[in-house]
């Protein structure tokens, strides 16, 4: 195994997906250009912006700052609601490549299904048009259960490349994880460490990241890599941005990823898709 296989994971079409990515939700403008070039410097080859971010423009622009050629970085974005048609998806593809200066995405999501719309399933014939015709190179979905997914295969016989669902150890998305696996989607985290500090100063977080050397971040994003998920953690400091990506030199124990297994609160405690209320 070469060791870029060991830093990335298989997508079902052929693309590969570094392990661990840089949110960057919700900086903007010449912060979020500074962290993402900064990023590029620590090691970062996954980018992870969208529509609803207002930040397109300044990933681009931290990337191109950093003077990294465009093959080695996997650059994703989303779009939202008001594009869910096959043309609206081919708009906001071009207006997403605009803002970030680049002629391809790696991959390119739904942002949420907005089922109270009803236009996801086109918004998904969109985005397997633009696979087919080589302009992106991975699709996906963001924020979809296992129902949704269904009718969009139902519909178009594809399955997503990727999923990006809130998930941590606490909102562990067991049964969602067990149906990506069995269809070849691959499992992406956005808010890995929790909303909020409760999981960092957990007290057994604390202890198995003082038997590692490790902080309690470190430990909490190990278990995404153990479970073969994506993590996309957020940072508001270098140093924050440092320790997410300073993961490769350790593994968790069975008895230590049987600990962390035990936080989940289970599927209610994930933001629902369903509700009208949540969306964009």
């Known amino acids: ?100 200066g680049v002629d391809y995405l790696d991959l390119y999501l739904i942002h949420w299904p907005v089922p109270a719309l009803d236009r996801y399933v086109d918004a998904w014939r969109g985005l397997v048009q633009l696979q087919e015709q080589g302009l992106v190179k991975a699709i996906g979905v963001s924020n979809f259960t296992v129902h949704h997914i269904d009718r969009i295969v139902e519909a178009t016989g594809v399955f997503p490349d990727v999923d990006q669902i809130q998930l941590s150890v606490d909102i562990a998305r067991v049964e969602q994880r067990e149906y990506h696996r069995a269809h070849g989607i691959q499992t992406e985290a956005w808010s890995p460490l929790g909303r909020g500090g409760p999981l960092l100063s957990d007290p057994v977080v604390g202890r198995i990241a003082a038997g590692h050397g490790k902080s309690p971040a470190q430990v909490l994003l190990r278990w995404h890599l153990d479970e073969e998920i994506v993590p996309v953690p957020r940072a508001m400091t270098h140093e924050q941005l440092a320790q997410n990506i300073d993961i490769f030199d350790f593994t968790l124990t069975p008895e230590e990823l049987a600990l962390l297994g035990s936080f989940d609160r289970g599927e209610r405690a994930a933001r629902d898709p369903d509700d009208p209320a949540n969306g964009h």
């Open 1 to 100: 195994m070469t060791a870029h296989e060991q830093t990335t994971r298989p997508l079902l079409r052929g693309a590969r997906i570094p392990r661990v990515g840089m949110g960057t939700w919700p900086l903007v403008g010449d912060e979020c250009a500074a962290m993402v070039e900064k990023a590029v410097d620590l090691g970062y080859r996954l980018f992870d912006t969208a529509e609803k971010y207002g930040n397109e423009d300044a990933v681009g622009a931290g990337l191109r700052a950093s003077g990294i050629p465009r093959s080695e970085v996997f650059i994703t974005s989303k779009f939202n609601k008001e594009n869910h048609s096959v043309d609206g998806v081919k708009r906001a593809y071009d207006s997403a490549l605009e803002a970030i």
